[in-house]
């Protein structure tokens, strides 16, 4: 059943959503060559728990960190270790928070240094594909005319839109009806109303859709090795325009 939340519901997720968009610059601010990922967990980490939140991944499903950092080939899911960003990597940060009964979920890709052209179009048209998707979260559309707007600019780009893993509705859980692919064709689906909270989060590979998951049980990596992006926010469908909780306005 997909949940529809009160106006009083969305004032407490879009205070979850603010610390995940807070969290997300910060990071910002220190992803260079040299860094390790443990080190990227550990910041966001405390800066989500001086924002009064809670991080939403850690011990999730039996998830080890409170953050998930993804380097190159890495999809999505990558757990932090004492492995440093080197220049040219693109690193994609997925975090979630916790905050007075409601959960807010935002993933963004970081260049590290100089990276390469196709590196550079990959997180823009990811990104790009993202604001597309948000845009047809509109009261009235169908569900998957979201996931058609994402697939249709990244394969327009030469890219390809994974199929393994979705975005989802969001709200006193972290994963909530319904699931929102990053693919398939408009028109379809449940009808969007207003209220409604979805993450969307396309992960866009720059060649082969297809991945596999490595021995962590976790880490999510392109099959054939090449480079993917993730960018997420949590949206409130509404009339006219979706409601972006996870941007700092």
């Given at each position: ?43 966001a ?166 991945v ?32 972006v ?5």
């Amino acid at each position: 059943m997909i949940l529809i939340k009160s106006a009083g519901e969305i004032e407490i997720m879009a205070s979850a959503g603010r610390i995940c968009a807070l969290a997300l610059e910060a990071v910002k601010g220190i992803i260079a060559p040299g860094i390790s990922t443990k080190e990227i967990e550990k910041f966001a980490h405390d800066l989500i728990k001086k924002e009064g939140g809670q991080p939403a991944f850690l011990g999730y499903r039996g998830y080890p960190a409170a953050v998930c950092v993804s380097i190159n080939e890495q999809v999505v899911h990558g757990i932090p270790t004492g492995r440093k960003l080197r220049e040219g990597d693109i690193a994609s940060v997925d975090l979630g928070v916790y905050y007075k009964g409601f959960y807010g979920d935002a993933a963004k890709t970081f260049a590290v240094g100089e990276v390469s052209p196709e590196a550079r179009k990959l997180m823009r048209v990811t990104e790009e594909s993202l604001d597309l998707g948000i845009s047809r979260a509109v009261a009235g559309a169908r569900l998957s005319d979201i996931s058609h707007a994402i697939q249709t600019h990244a394969e327009e780009n030469g890219f390809s839109v994974v199929r393994s893993f979705v975005g989802h509705g969001i709200g006193r859980a972290l994963h909530e009806e319904p699931q929102v692919p990053n693919f398939g064709p408009p028109g379809k689906g449940p009808r969007l109303l207003r209220g409604m909270a979805l993450a969307i989060e396309p992960m866009v590979n720059a060649g082969s859709w297809k991945v596999r998951v490595l021995g962590d049980g976790w880490t999510a990596v392109t099959e054939d090795g090449r480079l993917s992006a993730h960018y997420e926010h949590t949206v409130i469908v509404d009339e006219g325009q979706p409601s972006v909780l996870t941007r700092l306005s």
